[in-house]
Every structure is written in C-alpha cells, then in structure tokens.
C-alpha cells in the first residue's frame, strides 16, 4: 500500500513512523509546503527550549527509511491537489496543522503594534513567511492577551537576558531588535481566573525564575484559592500554590526589586473590547478591557462583563489566543465554525482513503506528545482499513511517480530529505560560527540556491 501524508510536522511524522512501524510493506511519502521539515518543531518551539526538539531525531530516522520519502516545497492544494494525490495513492493523511491564528474582532487590532503571537513566534523563529515582521519593540509596556504557554513563550523571549538568548537558535535578525528593545514591562491578561490558566507549571516556574526579571502577582487575585483547589486534580493543584507562593512572596529587599529592572504579572478576568489608537491614529498607544466576572466554576468558567472597564497603556499588543486551520482543497470538508476536517478517529466523514492527524484533526491544542497519541490513533485507522479490506489495495497506485509528472507540467521542483540535510548543514556550520546551534536560513530562495534548485 501507498499512503502519503501531508505536512511534516509532528503529526505528520508521528503518523509515518506508527505506519511504517506497523506495517511491514506500507511506502509513504511525506508532502510539505517548505522546504526545511519538522513544522512547529522547528518553528513553534521556544529558542531557548532545545530539548524539545530533540524529536527531530527521531523524524529524521522515520525520513531515512527506505521505504519512507519526502517532498518539500510542494504546496498541495495548489502544485498538486488532493484528488489527484487520491489518485495516486491508496491512503492521504491531511497533517497539515494550523496555519493561521484566531482573531480578536475588536477594534483597533489592525494598527501598527498589534501583532498575533503566532506572527511573532514565527519571526523569532524564522518562519519564512513571517521574516520581514519587524515588530517594534520602542515602547516599555507589551501586553500579551492570553494565557497560554505561548503567551509565557513570548513573555521570556522579551524579557530574556540577550546573553542568554545568544547560545539559541533564535535568528539573528530577531536578536539584533531585541537587543535594541525597550520593553521592560509584560503583562499577560486572560479573560478568566487563576483557575482556568492553560500554561503548565513548568513554564511558569521557568518565567518566575528568569533572571533580571520579577513577577508582580497581585494578592487579592489569589484569595481563598488554596480552598477552591483542594480537591482539584494535582497538576492544576500545583500550578496554583506556585501562583499564590509568588504572589505572596515580598521581595527580599529594595535592592533586590532595584536589581530586577524588567517585570512581568499576570492580569485576570479582563476581556479586551478595544485597541487603542495614539493621537495621531498611526499606532497602538493602548488597550480597552472590559473587567469579567465567572460564571461556572473550573475549566467551564464563562467570562461575562460586569459593564466596568479598565484601559492599559501599552505600546506592543500581542495576541496569543489560538491557532486556526484552514481549508485546503475543495475536495475536502471542513468545518469553518471549529476550523476542523470532521472526523472520527482520523476518518475524513464521508470521503473512504482520506484521513487527518494532528491540529487539522482535533483543533489547535496540546503539546507534542498530545499530537503523537492523536497520531498514532489516525495511523491506527489506517492500518485497521488497510487489514479489514476497507483500503482495497489491489488497483496499484504509482504515487510519486503520477505526482512527479504532475509537478513537473507545473513546474514545481521537489525538495528531497538529502537536500535538506545540505541546508541543514548549512545552517549548523553558520550557527558554528556564531557560537550557536545553529543559523536558520530564513529566506525560502536561499535554501534552494544551496541544494542547487
């Protein structure tokens, strides 16, 4: 049987290596609109995290499978679309994440110094399409909307002491602005309580011990937590007396708040309503919200305004309240409302041979290791089809070879796994000479000069 899968990031991997793995005569072969693999692995995950992507040794095994290959720089649904790839296989597997961010709906969030937090990871982390962002970083206060791990992502990022950020794979553009950044306050706000915080406690501990940087908790946001959270399940149990144990911490002394210049907090239980304009209508200058009050309790709190509202002086907006997919192929249905593949277990509802993994599968949520189970449940369908006869694999199916011909009339080149090894290198050789782990080539053309294309 010939399976393709669509994106190389974690999904996609995950659902190769499960198939592969299992089935001792599957080919597949992985599709990706960029050149360079590994998706958010590459260009999600924190600089400064760098055990994280130790996955990406993983995938590069699965890559150099004999019976597994990979194609970059092949947009499908536009290079090659995805009836046609159904043409040529016997399974596709839609990996293909969320390539796009939710947005506020207010006013104001257009203007110059509001950016989305995935804008702004990806600039960091050199994402071709977000390398010429040059967010400005000029004024003291950032208020990042969100309260996810993300939002802490960014809120390090900013506030990171640039020596540290110097030994990462951050780009070198992203470090020369930061190094002329200006931004010495942060404040994450969230609709919703302490309780219904989504980051981990790791990341949160992570952000409390930054160096040169003091967390400013308000006291009263925490009062008769340590009750509420009783009975709570351990991690969300743990997350809050971290929270309250900050809050309630003085600082050692004057000197050591003076030695802190930066600062960071955490606002709860405000909705942004509008972004404010300056006086000359040119930027940002700050941020309306409406104060909320809860109705419910634990993670289905709802967040209705109590009428009273609160303006914030912040000159960088960033917004970090989710991810969204979006439809790839006519072909295939979708569901706008939730920005979905409808599924069950990975099954695309009414389309046999079409299934989907990852973000694009469940909606954009969780961390790597949430999208290698989701993964390895889409693989599992997919076997399941293949041995109960569901998958008729008797017409033989060329795959690559039907596509090739396809690409080519198109005059779309191919990006192998061997060629990205040669960026790869690259990159390792210039971050060398910088003292880094590596140097990301930010501009897609260049990545095709090295190979040759």
Known sequence: PRVCVVGSGPAGFYTAQHILKHHGGALVDIYEKLPVPFGLVRFGVAPDHPEVKNVINTFTQTARSERCAYYGNVTVGRDVTVPELQQ???AVVLSYGAEDNRVLGIPGENLPGVYSARAFVG??????ENRDLKPDLSCETALILGHGNVALDIARILLSPLQLLRKTDITDSSLAALACSKVKRVWLVGRRGPLQVAFTIKELREMINLPGARAVLDPADFTGLENAVKDAPRPRKRLTELMIKTALEKPVEVQAAAAAPRVWGLKFQ?????V??????RRARGIRM?????????DSAKAIPTGDVEELECGLVLSSIGYRSLPLDPAVPFDSQHGVIPNSSGRVEGVPGLYCSGWVKRGPTGVIITTMNDSFDTAQSVLEDLQGGVLDVSPSREGFGVVESILRSRGVRPV???DWEKIDAAEVARGKAAGKPREKI????EMLQ???H
């Open 88 to 90: 040529a296989y016997h």
């Open 123 to 128: 600039w960091y982390n050199g994402l071709p």
């Open 270 to 274: 405000r909705s942004p309503q509008e």
């Open 276 to 281: 404010l304009p300056s006086a000359d209508g």
């Open 290 to 298: 409406a104060l909320t009050c809860l109705e419910g309790s634990g």
């Open 416 to 418: 192998s796994f061997s």
């Open 442 to 445: 930010v501009d897609p053309a």
């Open 450 to 452: 090295i190979i040759g």
